[in-house]
C-alpha cells in the first residue's frame, strides 16, 4: 500500500455516505474496549461483539468505547445508526487515506487525524488513522490496529476519583487528542538524533551512502509533514467551535493543545531546512574534496612538467662527432649527477613557490 496516496478508486460510483474501507488491514478482528465511569465508580470491560456496546448509550455516565480495526465496515455502520452518527462521518472514518479533518454534526463533533510513532528496527515513521466522535455523554475513537498512546489516559480514568473534568465528553476528547499530539513529540525526538547523527557523519567522512540517508530523511519528513500540517487548522477550529458540547472551561485546554500542534508544525519546518542544509554539507564536502584531490593533482602535473622536458631533451639522440654545440652536456663525467640536481633544484623550488603562494 503506497504511503502518501491511498486507493481511492474503491468508492468511483457510489452513493455519498457508502461506508467502503480503504486502507491495508492491520488487525485479523476487531476488537472493542469500554470504559464506562461516573464520579466515584468505574467499569472496564472488553465486549465481543459490537451491540453489548449499546446499552452504554443509554447510561448517565460517562462512555468511551474505543474500537480497534476498521475493515469490518459493518460494525462501523451498526455503531454509527445506533449511536446516531451520519453517513458521511462513518465513510470518512472508514477511509484511512482520510485529511485530518474536524465536523461538526447531528449533535456530535468528528474529529480524525494521524496517530504517528516511529518503527524500532527501520526507524521509519508509521502511521495510523485515528478517528474520535464526541456526544453528550460518549466518545468513540476508532483505530487502525491495536496498540495506541492512550494509556496516560485510561491510568488517569483508572486513578482519577473524583473524575471531574474526565466526566465531559470534551474534555475526554482533548485528552485523547493531546495523547496523539504528545507522540508526535516523540516522533520529532528520534528524527532530530538521526539529522544530527547524520551531520555529524557528514562533516566527519561524507560518502555515498549519506546521501541515499539523506533523501531518505527528506522522505520522512515529507510524510510527517503530510500527517501534521492541516492540525493548525483542525485543533484551531475545536477551540472556536460553537457548539454546546464544548465547555467554556474546556476551550483554554484547545487552546494550549493549538500551541502544541503550531510548536509541532514549526519544528517539522526547521527539520525540513535542516536536512536541505545536510544535502547542501553533502554537496560541499564532495566538491571540496574534488577540489583538493585536483589540485594535488595539478601540483604534481606541474612539478613534472620542467622534469619532463629536461628528460626530454635528453633522451634525444644526438651525434656528438657532428660539432661541438652538439650536446656537449653528454659527454661530461658528472653529467648524470648534475642533470638530477638540476631536476632536484627545479622540483624543491616549484614547491616552495607553491607553499610562498599558499597553494598548499
Known amino acids: 500500500m503506497p504511503r502518501f496516496i491511498k486507493k481511492l478508486s474503491k468508492t ?23 470504559f464506562d465511569y461516573g464520579a466515584t465508580a468505574l467499569e472496564e470491560t ?62 456530535c463533533i468528528f474529529l480524525a487525524l494521524k496517530m504517528l510513532t516511529v518503527h524500532e528496527d527501520t526507524g521509519r515513521v508509521q502511521s495510523e488513522q485515528c478517528s474520535f466522535v464526541a456526544g453528550d455523554n460518549f466518545v468513540l475513537s476508532f483505530q487502525e490496529k491495536a496498540g495506541d498512546v492512550f494509556d496516560p489516559v485510561r491510568n488517569r480514568i483508572r486513578k482519577s476519583v473524583p473524575r471531574v473534568l474526565l466526566l465531559h465528553s470534551d474534555y475526554l476528547a482533548y485528552s485523547l487528542v493531546d495523547a496523539v499530539v504528545d507522540g508526535y513529540f516523540t516522533v520529532l525526538e528520534s528524527l532530530s538524533e538521526r539529522i544530527e547523527g547524520l551531520e555529524s557523519r557528514l562533516l566527519e567522512d561524507p560518502g555515498p551512502e549519506h546521501l541515499e540517508s539523506i533523501h531518505g530523511l527528506k522522505r520522512e519528513l515529507a510524510y510527517l509533514r503530510k500527517a501534521v500540517w492541516p492540525l493548525r487548522e483542525v485543533i484551531g477550529g475545536l ?88 650536446m656537449p652536456e653528454l659527454g661530461l663525467p658528472y653529467g648524470y649527477v648534475l642533470f638530477w640536481v638540476l631536476a632536484v633544484l627545479i622540483g624543491g623550488g616549484l614547491l616552495a613557490f607553491f607553499k610562498h603562494k599558499k597553494w598548499l
Open 239 to 326: 477551540g472556536r467551535m460553537e457548539t454546546g458540547l464544548v465547555h467554556e472551561d474546556t476551550r483554554i485546554y484547545f487552546r494550549d493543545l493549538y500551541e502544541h500542534a503550531v510548536q509541532v508544525i514549526d519544528t517539522v519546518e526547521i527539520f525540513r531546512d535542516m536536512v536541505s542544509g545536510l544535502l547542501d554539507i553533502y554537496l560541499s564536502s564532495v566538491s571540496n574534496r574534488m577540489n583538493e584531490v585536483m589540485k594535488v593533482l595539478t601540483i604534481i602535473a606541474t612539478i613534472f612538467i620542467p622534469l619532463g622536458f629536461l628528460a626530454g631533451v635528453y633522451g634525444m639522440n644526438f651525434d656528438r662527432s657532428a660539432g661541438r654545440l652538439s
Open 12 to 34: 468511483r460510483g457510489l452513493e455519498p455516505g457508502a461506508v467502503v474501507f480503504i486502507g491495508e488491514r492491520k488487525v485479523e478482528k476487531t476488537r472493542i474496549h469500554v
Open 46 to 107: 472488553t465486549v465481543a461483539a459490537i451491540e453489548d456496546c449499546f446499552p452504554f448509550r443509554d447510561t448517565p455516565t460517562m462512555t468511551w468505547i474505543n474500537i480497534e480495526g476498521l475493515h469490518e465496515v459493518e460494525q462501523i455502520e451498526k455503531i454509527g445508526r445506533h449511536f446516531g452518527i451520519h453517513s458521511l462521518i462513518l465513510e470518512d472514518i472508514a477511509n484511512t487515506g482520510q485529511r485530518p479533518k474536524l465536523d461538526a454534526s447531528a449533535g
